[in-house]
């Protein structure tokens, strides 16, 4: 099992807790991006198309602990962008740490080796390492060349002194099987602590819009890597039933308060991958969000998703109210054969809204409104972000 017994424990607990007060939408997880700014520019990715006075905000330790203490999920995942380039992520690691959160550190390991001294390793924190499969998979999924040899070496330097990691992949149309299968082997020949594995979600902004997978492929595809991996020792870093769901057999819908998100705008609405609204507290995204809009089903937007983010609390939640089903699960591993669990129809859906452009020119009115900052730039090199910021 990748997820540590202390966070299984933890959290089960916490669900449980919900549900005896009767709490109907509570976080699992924390999302936090104290920055867009990101020094690989991926095919895939929608989180970096603003303007460089965007890009150039950051969230300041204090605003990420009070993000942490006004959403109160047991564990907090910090994407991006990429996070090493924060000069502050030092502090804020170890400002959530002393809060008792769980933390799972989202980067690209392009700086890992320049940055790992100053972090310790701890049982509540985790390296989270993007690797979208092979040398090639990979290299090509980021569109640059030598990131997958650069990220490995530092998975080795990062194990060897003793930190906890975990690597975070996203499949895209054309994905293999097989080759994922012997990619993730691989990838436990590195010694890592778990595998979170994912479709990849079909940004309306991303420079590559061929390559996203739609539910149906996305089933195919993961019982094809789940086949070829029966009676191997794999470890993923989450719940079964998630896993049993991309694999075809769960009808679940989407619990986008799951894993609410804190950037720069403020609190995205209505998830991490969907940003169609920001509210200045996580009290007002809570309650002033009309849940019914969206999910598959919902919102066109949402169609073909069945990304972790969106997906997983629902498993988690699940599996408390059905444990035996989720024993059952872990146990035998995702069902690879048969009839798969009927499709969400789409009939009722509504049709997509484009609100990108408003909110950046919202965000960038209230920067031209804001006094100017001193700033001090070292190098206009990718490393010097988060140095001198």
């Known amino acids: 099992m990748g997820v540590p017994l202390n966070q299984a424990i933890r959290v089960g607990a916490y669900v449980v807790k919900q549900h005896l007060i009767g709490r109907k939408r509570y976080p699992l997880v924390l999302m936090l991006e104290p920055l867009f700014r990101c020094n690989l520019a991926c095919n895939g990715c929608g989180k970096i198309d603003y303007p460089a006075p965007i890009l150039n905000q950051r969230l300041s330790y204090e605003e990420c602990m009070e993000a942490a203490d006004e959403c109160g999920a047991p564990v907090v995942a910090i994407a991006g962008g990429e996070p090493l380039l924060h000069k502050e992520m030092p502090q804020i690691v170890e400002g959530l740490l002393k809060r008792g959160k769980f933390i799972y550190l989202c980067t690209n390991a392009l700086l890992l ?18 690797l979208d499969g092979d040398r090639e998979m990979h290299d090509q999924a980021v569109s640059q060349e030598g990131t997958y040899e650069v990220a490995t070496k530092a998975i080795k330097e990062a194990k060897a002194r003793g930190f906890r990691l975990c690597i975070n992949t996203t499949l895209f149309d054309g994905a293999q099987s097989e080759r994922v299968g012997r990619f993730i082997d691989d990838a436990m020949g590195l010694g890592i602590d778990g595998v979170m594995i994912s479709p990849g979600y079909a940004y309306e902004r991303a420079p590559d819009q ?5 539910r149906q492929k996305t089933k195919e595809l993961f019982r094809g890597i789940f086949r070829y991996g029966k009676g191997r020792k794999w470890k993923f870093n989450q719940s079964a039933l998630f896993l049993d769901f991309l694999a075809g057999n769960q009808q679940f819908h989407c619990t986008p308060w799951g894993k609410p ?11 991490y991958l969907l940003g169609e609204g920001y509210t200045k507290t996580f009290a007002e995204l809570m309650s002033s969000t009309d849940w019914d809009k969206y999910g598959t089903g919902n919102y066109e937007k949402c169609a073909d998703c069945m990304v972790h983010s969106g997906y997983e609390a629902t498993a988690v939640m699940e599996a408390v109210r059905h444990p035996i089903k989720m024993i059952k699960t872990a146990i035998t591993g995702p069902k690879t054969e048969g009839a798969m669990a009927a499709e969400i129809p789409l009939d009722h859906q509504r049709p997509a809204e484009y609100v990108f452009s408003r909110h950046v020119e919202e965000k960038m009115e209230t920067l031209r409104a804001e006094p100017p900052k001193v700033r001090v730039t070292r190098s206009k090199s990718p490393e010097a972000f988060g140095t001198a910021d």
């Open 113 to 130: 080796e320049k940055k790992m001294d100053l972090y310790k390793p701890h049982k509540n924190f985790a390296w989270d390492i993007h």
């Open 210 to 214: 061929a390559h996203f997978l739609n």
């Open 261 to 271: 998100t804190r950037n720069v705008f403020g609190w995205q609405r209505p998830c």
